[in-house]
């Protein structure tokens, strides 16, 4: 089984300066988020797994798979959170 | 040629008194809107889970299911629920409701043309807009008491374009991928010891707001349908007595702007057009925090010496 993630429809994104400003309008509240959330976010237009989230970090930064992996868990983890993405296992 | 509000009503006092508002505001708009009043009981209120957002009086219920927006002034003074893509508000009002002061019935009325003219891609912002001597446009975004109206009835009397102090709307740019502002023509208006600061003579008593106000050309200024602003500023009254200015990223402005444009949380077939002509008008200005000191009220040419 598989977890795949895709935007909460509440949710608007708008990128500023490399960074990420997010409306979630069935909370009515706002969120700012930088530009690896703002990359992460972007690359969720379609539904995606961690691991093709992963894949786009690690083609847009210099950074290990690892280290990677664990920046956009907590990201993701913290957005499904805040509703303003959804988690379906497949 | 713009358009404008097109007011339709049977009932002759409120055809004077809201056929005059909507003529002083010369709101120019890109497409009809037409706003519909009727005088009369407004029935039972429909019960709504939605939602609430509640502004002087009139409290709003937005977003699914119904994607309507649903709004009543009072409790039980007015009431309209407009809905989505459709361009024309039907506004009932009761007779309580227009015995009521002019200024809250406007304040009310104002509200739903805010709603209204989204329709047509005008998005609102507490900001006022000016047209600086070199021709640039500038928006000064802030709410109440931010010293917006204050600066711009000063630079008004000091060779500066004014567009509105307080009711500004965000549009597409006539160049690609721009924003221009749009400005609601009313009494830029000011409170008692602004007023006294300002020396300034004459104007109206706007007596539900407790201030004075004057239309531009009251103050030999020119006023300004439609700016492309170049600065965005941020107004606040500093305590140093000096007035500084500080750069603000664009991520920073937008988010500024964002409290006092709130409505970009409502409806959701119209909030990324709303967001995005934010985003694009951070993007093509520069945007600065103006702390505001009484030098201002000697210098007002000041405001542009530190920008330089």
């Known amino acids: 089984m598989t977890t795949v993630y895709s935007r909460h429809a509440d949710l608007r994104l708008t990128a500023v300066d490399d960074e990420g400003v997010v409306l979630h309008l069935g909370s009515l509240r706002y969120f700012t988020v930088n530009e690896t959330g703002l990359t992460i976010l972007q690359e969720l237009m379609q539904p995606r797994t961690i691991a093709e989230l992963v894949k786009a970090v690690t083609d847009a930064y210099d950074v290990s798979d690892d280290t990677a992996e664990q920046t956009t868990r907590e990201f993701v983890n913290r957005c499904v959170e805040a509703k303003l993405l959804l988690a379906e296992d497949r | 040629m713009p358009h404008e509000v097109r007011l339709h009503t049977r009932h002759p006092a409120v055809q004077a008194l809201v056929g005059r508002w909507l003529d002083e505001a010369r709101l120019a708009l890109p497409a009809p809107v037409d706003l519909v ?4 009981p407004l029935g039972e209120p429909v019960p709504d889970a939605r939602a609430i957002f509640s502004q002087s009086r009139v409290v709003i219920h937005s977003g699914p299911p119904q994607n309507t927006v649903a709004m009543e002034w009072g409790p039980g003074l007015g009431r309209t629920v407009l809905t989505p893509g459709n361009a024309t ?46 021709g640039r446009g500038w928006l000064l975004v802030g709410e109440s008491g931010s010293g917006k109206s204050t600066t711009t009835v000063l630079l008004a009397r000091n060779g500066w374009g004014v567009g ?17 502002m749009i400005g609601w023509r009313e009494h830029l208006a000011l409170r008692a010891d602004a007023v006294a600061a300002m020396g300034h003579a004459g104007g109206v008593e706007l007596s539900t707001r407790q201030k004075t106000g004057w239309f531009a050309e009251e103050l030999d200024a020119t006023w300004v349908s439609r700016i492309t602003p170049e600065i965005i500023g941020f107004p606040g009254v500093g305590t140093a007595g000096s007035t500084s200015i500080a750069p603000l990223s664009a991520r920073n402005a937008l988010t500024r702007m964002m409290t006092c444009s709130p409505w970009v949380m409502l409806e ?20 600065v925090e103006i702390s505001l000191g009484r030098d201002l009220f000697e210098r007002p040419e000041l405001l542009l010496e530190l920008l330089a």
Do not use: W, Y
């Open chain 2, 268 to 287: 959701p077939d119209l909030a990324d057009e709303h967001l995005d002509l934010m985003s694009r008008l951070v993007k093509q200005c520069r945007a």
């Open chain 2, 89 to 134: 508000a039907h506004v009932a009002i009761t007779e309580a409701g227009l015995a009521e002061s002019n200024e809250l019935l406007r304040s009310f009325l104002l509200n739903v043309c805010i709603f209204l003219v989204r329709r047509v891609g005008l998005h609102h912002v507490h900001g006022a807009t000016l047209l600086d001597p070199t």
């Open chain 2, 164 to 180: 509105t102090d307080d009711i500004a709307f965000l549009t597409a740019g006539d160049a690609p991928g721009t924003t221009d």
């Open chain 2, 37 to 40: 009043i009727d005088v009369g």
